[in-house]
């Protein structure tokens, strides 16, 4: 009779937690309400949204008896959930370069795994005719659509850690969480689309982030049109995988040495060479990166005692190291 009782107040507990907090893991009340949105809220602006209680409130962050959401907790400082890179030499996982763990609000991982994709994401260039032809490794709007897949369509009620390894001829994007029930990866492919965080891809879409939902694995599709390599993409009861191959692998057992404006760092100092010195402005508008990857680009290069550094704050210019 006592484990009966239980049972059904277990039962009933739990259908309380659903009428009150929705059965959806973003729409359930976050259990932190400590809660700050610095890298969102910078985000917002970056993008001329605003971002203030009445949007929190209509975007969902907060419910209606104003506590956070499990939706505010993912795009909060404090998000505990995590996107873990690694880059492995050759096509297999025995021997690693490089490994990272991001955490924070998924607008900072967002930024900043990209930011760390981008920077490996490297240049190829052939001569045809007159003409120079640059291809990178991997298409662009591919790598950034993956991303957004695999931070947009997670199953955040699990802990574990969304995974992205880098491979010398692929890259393989992990997202916990299958498909949704009752679909199909055919149905995906063909452009349906059921949402598991329909709230958190609503904030995405208010930031111009992404469009129409189901419209992003289509696009990846697209990017490697007229290219022998095609995307692979795979599901399991509990992840989603999307392999995005490296348009360039082929050539590396074969290639000829590139002229020295292949590699972003020649092109730097071709340039200095060129006209005396370089900016971290210049070199954003050289190699056509942003900022972050120009500073972390020009700091390698003075640790490596290519080059050196003039000045301060601003107004620093960087000239070829005599060493």
């Known amino acids: 009779m006592v484990s009966f009782l239980r049972l059904q107040s277990v039962d009933l507990l739990v259908q309380w937690i659903k009428e009150t907090d929705g059965d959806r893991f973003e729409a359930m009340r976050s259990l932190d ?36 959401s499990n939706l505010a907790l993912l795009l909060s400082d404090q998000s505990l959930h995590t996107i873990k890179v690694a880059v492995f030499q050759g096509t297999d996982q025995t021997v690693f370069k490089d490994r990272r763990e991001f955490s924070g609000s998924l607008m900072k991982q967002m930024n900043e795994v990209y930011e760390f994709i981008d920077f490996r994401n490297q240049t190829r260039a052939t001569i045809e005719k007159l003409s120079r032809i640059d291809v990178r490794d991997y298409p662009e709007i591919a790598v950034r659509e993956a991303l957004l897949n695999l931070l947009v369509h997670r199953d955040y009620s699990f802990s574990a850690s969304a995974l992205i390894s880098i491979y010398d001829d692929r890259i393989e994007f992990v997202s916990v969480g299958g498909l949704m029930p009752g679909i199909e990866l055919e149905d995906v492919m063909a452009g349906l689309s059921v949402c598991r965080n329909q709230d958190l891809a609503n904030v995405f879409y208010r930031l111009h982030l992404i469009e129409a939902y189901g419209t992003g694995l289509g696009r990846i599709i697209k990017a490697y049109e007229g290219t022998s390599e095609k995307p692979v993409i795979t599901t399991t009861k509990n992840s989603f995988k999307i392999i995005l191959p490296n348009i360039n692998a082929k050539y590396a057992a074969i290639e000829v ?59 620093v210019r960087y000239t070829i190291s005599n060493n």
Do not use: W
Request: proline share 3%; hydrophobic share 30%.
């Open 257 to 315: 040495p590139f002229p020295k404006s292949y590699d972003k760092e020649e092109q730097i100092l071709e340039y200095m060479k060129e006209h005396g010195e370089i900016t971290r402005t210049d070199v954003e508008k050289l190699l056509e990166i942003s900022a972050s990857t120009a500073s972390r680009l020009i700091k390698k290069m003075v640790k490596k005692g290519l080059i050196k550094p003039h000045g301060r704050a601003r107004s």
């Open 33 to 68: 309400q400590d809660l700050t949105f610095e890298s969102t809220e910078k985000e917002f602006q970056f993008r001329n949204v605003e971002f203030g209680s009445q949007q929190m409130r209509t975007l969902k962050f907060i419910d209606n008896d104003g506590l956070y």
